[in-house]
């Protein structure tokens, strides 16, 4: 809608230039030339931010396929499938929700790497599904964000007797041995499928 107006007020400065003659001809192109494309670029890039916490946006990328797939996993040990499948993280979300501090949405090292995927993905040769490596191990932030105070959790002997363990991450949740099948995606070609109803 920005975009259509700013585009009709350039045309109508374009098709007669003798409106900037006077004072509120000069409001108006500065309106047309200036005030309105910033305002639609900050409003597409808000869409674009929000839109882009979507799980169908982040499985637009073809490398991204497997782990999608791998979210109707059919086994109660796949982490990531046991979330999505039971509704224990927003399934519309469910990437955004468990990698927050990724590519947009971390600090200006995690927007440059964002940048360097959108790089590679259209101009240079994107690895492998099963080579796809997170850059720095898994923080417990993520899981205890949900987790820490939840009634399950917080009843678990384990969980209590690591607890201070497991803020500071010196025992990881996903390395631990009791969380460690998250995504796996080189094994799905022997898995069986999840089939949601509709």
């Known amino acids: 809608m920005f975009l259509g107006i700013?585009?009709?007020?350039?045309?109508?400065?374009?098709?007669?230039?003798?409106?900037?003659?006077s004072r509120e001809g000069k409001i108006f192109t500065f309106l047309a030339f200036f005030v309105l494309p910033v305002a639609s670029s900050v409003f597409a890039a808000s869409q674009h931010v929000e839109r882009?916490?979507?799980?169908?946006?982040?499985?637009?990328?073809?490398?991204?396929?497997p782990y999608g797939r791998s979210l109707l996993v059919?086994?109660?040990?796949?982490?990531?499938a046991q979330h999505f499948q039971n509704h224990r993280i927003p399934v519309e979300e469910a990437c955004f929700t468990c990698h927050t501090d990724y590519a947009l949405y971390g600090?200006?090292?995690?927007k440059?790497?964002?940048?360097r995927h959108i790089y590679i993905q259209y101009l240079g040769t994107p690895p492998s599904?099963?080579?796809?490596?997170?850059?720095?191990?898994?923080?417990?932030?993520e899981c205890l964000h949900c987790h820490l105070g939840a009634r399950s959790f917080q009843s678990n002997e384990i969980h209590t007797a690591i607890l201070d363990s497991l803020k500071s991450n010196e025992v990881s949740c996903l390395?631990?041995?009791?969380?460690?099948?998250?995504h796996n995606v080189g094994?799905?070609?022997?898995?069986?499928f999840w089939s949601p109803q509709p």
């Open 6 to 21: 700013c585009c009709v007020l350039i045309a109508i400065v374009i098709a007669r230039p003798s409106l900037t003659a």
């Open 52 to 65: 882009s916490k979507r799980t169908a946006f982040c499985l637009t990328c073809h490398i991204m396929e």
């Open 74 to 80: 059919d086994d109660r040990n796949y982490l990531a």
């Open 107 to 110: 600090d200006v090292r995690a």
């Open 112 to 115: 440059f790497r964002g940048l």
């Open 129 to 141: 599904p099963e080579s796809i490596k997170l850059y720095s191990p898994y923080n417990n932030r």
């Open 175 to 182: 390395t631990s041995g009791c969380h460690d099948v998250v």
């Open 187 to 192: 094994t799905l070609g022997k898995m069986k």
